[in-house]
């Protein structure tokens, strides 16, 4: 979980006009609420997809059972 929290976070970051302070999102935007949910999707999407293919195919770092 805690890796899913930095990649939400830097994001976040991201999203946030760099830390400038100059910038505020409006989250009662819906399209504010969007475009953060659509680039959160994207930044988690390649590591669901190896959570997945872990469990199907077995993390090769795994003991045996």
């Given at each position: 979980m805690e890796e899913i929290n930095?990649?939400?976070l830097k994001v976040l970051d991201e999203v946030?006009?760099?830390n400038?302070?100059?910038c505020q999102i409006n989250l009662q935007s819906?399209?504010?609420q969007i475009m953060?949910?659509?680039k959160i999707t994207e930044a988690l999407d390649p590591h669901f997809k190896n959570l997945i293919e872990d469990i199907v195919v077995?993390?090769?770092n795994e003991l045996p059972r």
């Open positions: 930095k990649i939400i946030a006009c760099n400038t302070g100059s819906k399209t504010a953060i949910a659509d077995g993390n090769q």
